[in-house]
């Protein structure tokens, strides 16, 4: 079994007691947090090493790291193996700073995208902009309906079930 699947199987094992579950969630996104904070105090820093190696620099256990990996995976610039990591896997933490926390708000991960060490990336404004566009981006437009005796979208001026409509029936 890979280290990612063993993370997996322990944080989203549904026959565990929905207590114990939270209790390891809680314990997790403390220290997912702290390790954000560390990371973002030097954000342009190339930090790389094994999976075993960064677990020991940001003192978690391996399956912590392995769900921090998953969860930070879709922001690196290079994305790691996490599917077939092991303790000696090589991998890195380079991220997309604007993407990181685009990421972030799409979680819902307010304890994230909140923390003050943004501030000496971006400003208030880009952090709104940032957050703005993330939100848009998840909202689903519907393009307006056009109904038989409406005027043609292509603009011939004819309704559009004698011009446009009469294609694509």
Do not use: H
Request: hydrophobic share 35%; with cysteine.
């Amino acid at each position: 079994m890979t280290l990612l699947e063993k993370w997996r199987n322990t944080a989203y094992n549904e026959q565990e007691d929905s207590a114990k579950l939270q209790a390891i969630w809680d314990d997790y996104f403390k220290k997912e947090k702290a390790i954000y904070q560390k990371l973002l105090k030097n954000p342009d820093e190339v930090v790389t090493g094994t999976l075993g190696e960064l677990a020991k620099k940001y003192k978690v256990t391996q399956l912590v790291m392995t769900g921090f990996l998953d969860g930070i995976n879709d922001s690196l610039i290079k994305p790691n193996p996490i599917e077939t990591m092991d303790a000696e896997t090589e991998v890195n933490l380079v991220f997309d700073k604007a993407l990181l926390y685009k990421n972030m708000v799409a979680a819902k991960a307010d304890w994230l995208y909140g923390l003050p060490e943004w501030n000496a990336i971006f400003t208030e404004e880009e952090q709104k902009e940032l957050y703005k566009e993330q939100k848009q981006s998840m909202t689903i437009r519907k393009e307006a309906k056009v109904y038989p005796n409406d005027p043609c979208p292509c603009g011939s001026g004819k309704k559009y079930k004698k011009c446009c409509g009469r294609n694509s029936a």
